[in-house]
């Protein structure tokens, strides 16, 4: 985890926040919700070093391989 990255990452986001919050505030609840949770969605993966982590493919595999590989191989 780089906290530079993380830093740079949740100031842009606290700049996105000043920038819109005029227009949000005449925006339904549920436009306001989905904003701030998308906006807290992509914080959090600025934390990790996505292009390192595996695919949800191999994540699959590596569950169901002894649970159902017997029957999946038949």
Do not use: H
């Amino acid at each position: 985890m780089r906290w530079g990255t993380f830093f740079i990452v949740a100031g842009i986001i606290v700049f996105i926040i000043f920038i819109t919050w005029k227009k949000m505030k005449q925006a339904p609840k549920k436009d306001k919700w989905a904003f701030f949770i998308l906006l807290f969605i992509a914080w959090g993966l600025s934390l990790f070093n996505l292009q390192y982590i595996e695919g949800p493919n191999s994540i699959l595999e590596k569950l169901l391989d002894p649970t159902f590989g017997k029957f999946m191989r038949r």
